[in-house]
């Protein structure tokens, strides 16, 4: 029977794991907009036929607090995060564009996974059943062209997470830069992701943990390099609301579904988060399989694939806006990245099995809750 490599590497092998892929800039554009067409045509679509989600109508309710006639310098410092609600207040048809913005994004996630892949020498036909697989989710529909918000967040995300894992593993100067600059984005983009920039920071030492061995120090440098946008972003913004409007609107932190620790007891929000990323990681068993490999030969960097993992779970219990749905689309991210390159038979078959069984738990998901709306919505 086929077996891991004693060193198993992430996604990236060594050598080419400076190698883009397709080759050029236009080729590799070309792609990621006929990726994203499906997911446009579904966003106009919805558009045009009315469907809203309740994050648009919040998103729309912050952009009209930038002024109506003009921007006030006050309102957009005083908004946070400020990102969306700019980008709504300044695209023509507000809210709704940003509907068309997050399935743009769409194209550079599938890509940004596909191209992964490929570098790491994986079976042709497993790259065509865990992308597809992953582009096929109704889940991801939904998140891609219903919760438009939310999945930028995803989109910013997947970039920060392949990126540090690039940074931290690799040593590559760009994936830093790449992890840096996307984490300040998301949180000005969405807040509800600064749960996810601290699991980040805390992965980082033990995805670093061989490199410490001949680098001590290098965890702390990598996380200074990492989270540093993101706290002079934030800092910068508040201060800036502090000197030209007095204080900071953080209406959009919270979410007003999710029953969180303060307003339903800490066991029962607990209780509720467990049962969700419990949930979630049904949804997405690669990830599982994934981590499963990295841990047999190389457990300290599994161990911090799992803390990534956690900030769902404390996303969930703090009540910020990422949604159950929104989790299953980060997680079959977290699961590329965790992905072996140049994986044994036996792996490759049980990754392609794993994202196929994914793939029918979103389906029957789909028949209640966010992804049922939408097929009501699309009157199916």
């Known amino acids: 029977m086929a077996s891991l490599p004693s060193r198993a590497p992430f996604p990236l092998a060594e050598r080419a794991g400076r ?28 558009a045009a036929h009315g469907f809203r989600s309740a994050q ?6 912050a952009a009209r607090a930038l002024g109506t006639s003009g921007l006030s310098l006050g309102a957009v410092v005083r908004t946070f995060p400020p990102l969306a609600p700019l980008v709504s207040r300044l695209l023509p048809g507000g809210a709704r564009s940003l509907g068309v913005v997050g399935a743009l994004c769409t194209g550079g996630t599938l890509h ?3 191209e992964r892949l490929v570098r790491a020498c994986v079976p042709r036909w497993l790259v065509a059943v865990l992308v597809g697989a992953a582009g096929a989710s109704p889940i991801f529909w939904f998140v891609a062209t219903g919760e438009p918000t939310d999945f930028v967040s995803v989109a910013l995300l ?48 033990f995805l670093a ?39 900071m609107d953080w209406s959009l932190l919270v979410s007003s579904s999710t029953p969180s620790g303060a307003r339903a007891g800490a066991l ?3 209780a509720g988060a467990a049962t969700q990323l419990a949930w979630q990681v049904c949804c997405a ?45 980060l997680l079959d991210i977290v699961g590329f990245v965790t992905v072996p390159a140049h994986p044994p038979r036996v792996v490759a078959v049980s990754l392609g099995a794993a ?12 028949l209640s809750g966010g992804p049922g709306h939408l097929l009501h919505a699309l009157g199916l």
């Open 19 to 46: 190698v883009r892929w397709p080759a050029t800039q236009g080729r590799r554009t070309l792609l990621r907009l006929a990726l994203s067409t499906p997911y446009v045509g579904l966003s106009i679509w919805l």
């Open 56 to 61: 648009d109508v919040q998103i729309a309710r």
């Open 112 to 114: 940004l996974c596909w």
């Open 158 to 205: 997947t970039v920060a997470i392949a990126g540090t894992f690039d940074f931290v593993y690799l040593g590559s100067t760009t994936g830093g830069y790449a992890a840096g600059c996307s984490l300040a984005l998301t949180v000005l983009w969405d807040p509800g992701s600064l749960v996810y920039v601290g699991g980040v920071a805390l992965a980082i030492p």
């Open 209 to 247: 943990w061989e490199r410490v061995r001949r680098e001590p120090g290098v965890s702390r440098s990598a996380v200074a390099v990492v989270t540093f946008p993101t706290v002079a972003a934030v800092a910068a913004w508040a201060f800036l609301a502090w000197r030209f409007a007095g204080h």
């Open 268 to 270: 029962h929000g607990l």
């Open 285 to 329: 068993p690669v990830v599982v399989i994934g981590t499963a490999c990295l841990f047999e030969h190389r457990p300290m960097p599994a161990i911090g694939v799992l803390v990534v993992v956690s900030s769902l779970f404390a996303s969930s219990w703090l009540a910020l806006r990422f949604s159950g749905l929104d989790g299953v689309v």
């Open 355 to 366: 994202a196929v069984a994914g793939l029918a738990l979103s389906v029957m998901s789909s």
